[in-house]
């Protein structure tokens, strides 16, 4: 009974995972199809954000079918073993699409999205290029802004496939202690996924400008900490159970550490600014810094956050443990 459970799992993990991924597999097929029929793109049928999200469903994909491979022979190590080769897969999909993937405009167009400038722009004309003040903010000045982007699609990546795989594992062996954390990272993942989608298409709303409207900065803030906090969330779910060092401290550190990585990437992104989240000495940089009192508030709150939920799964878990 639970070896079929385990399997009509499996088969629906891969089916449901495949079917949310129709539209970035759909898009990829149209973009590579008419690479190989003219050898380019034309750029007004270039799909927005083909990049990251074709290669974090192919790896998201690829992790899930390996699962009952790995969760046979590799046991403890199998979340480990499905994360790092599904990381190898996103890499390659995402190389590919960078560098194999050619746009053709007549003229050239204000760089719209960090994947535009790399399709568009050979990577030894950056050195080259004389860069306009909108293309700074746009993060066209150098290719390393990439940072917070990768950031992003490895969190992903990882936080769903910690949720398949838990999953699978409870199915698998019958113990069901981590099934409340592995809930939260589930609520913590799709919501930062949502908003990422969300982000995608709107930008936040932002306007170009450096000084961001409230309704942007409200969403910026949640985006970071929800960063912060989904990478904690899964920390704390493989701690669960140890000393409050390991199972709260360590995952809040982490989440706090992470919510900064993001920052860095953001200020590569300005050239060395942040966006400001609104007027006034709470919002302005502190000196020789270029974190804002608001923007050490946000890395914060991730920490406690993750703090929090952490602590209330332990005790979940704890009382199960009395039972």
Avoid at 23 to 41: R, T
Wanted: charged share 15%.
């Amino acid at each position: 009974m639970k070896g079929s459970s385990y399997k009509a799992y499996c088969l629906s993990a891969v089916a449901g995972v495949i079917l949310l991924s129709a539209y970035p597999l759909y898009m990829g097929i149209k973009v590579i199809s008419k690479m190989h029929e003219d050898g380019f793109v034309p750029y007004a049928e270039y799909p927005k954000y083909i990049i990251p999200y074709t290669p974090i469903a192919l790896a998201v994909i690829f992790g899930v079918i390996i699962m009952p491979l790995l969760q046979k022979f590799m046991r403890k190590l199998d979340l480990l073993a499905g994360s790092v080769l599904s990381l190898g897969v996103f890499y390659l999909a995402e190389r590919f699409m960078e560098t194999g993937i050619l746009v053709k405009a007549d003229t050239f167009v204000s760089l719209e999205s960090w994947q535009m400038s790399l399709c568009y722009v050979a990577p030894e004309e950056y050195q080259t290029r004389t860069w306009e003040a909108v293309d700074v903010l746009l993060g066209g000045y150098s290719p390393y802004f990439k940072i917070h982007f990768y950031l992003i699609s490895v969190v992903i990546i990882i936080s769903l496939l910690n949720c398949l795989y838990g999953f699978a594992k409870m199915i698998l062996t019958g113990n069901y202690k981590r099934k409340r954390a592995l809930i939260m990272q589930a609520a913590a993942s799709v919501s930062f996924l949502l908003m990422c989608i969300w982000a995608c298409f709107t930008a936040f709303y932002r306007t170009g400008e450096l000084i961001v409207r409230p309704v942007s900065a409200v969403l910026m803030a949640v985006f970071f900490a929800l960063l912060g906090i989904t990478v904690g969330i899964f920390a704390g779910s493989l701690t669960q159970g140890k000393r409050a060092a390991l199972s709260i401290v360590l995952p809040s550190a982490i989440a706090m550490l992470v919510t900064i990585a993001m920052y860095i990437g953001e200020m590569i992104l300005l050239n060395g600014n942040l966006y400001v989240l609104g007027m006034g000495f709470f919002f302005q940089r502190l000196p020789k810094m270029a974190f804002a009192p608001a923007d050490i508030l946000i890395i914060i709150v991730s920490g406690v956050a993750t703090a929090l939920i952490c602590k209330m799964l332990n005790k979940h878990k704890q009382k199960l443990s009395g039972s």
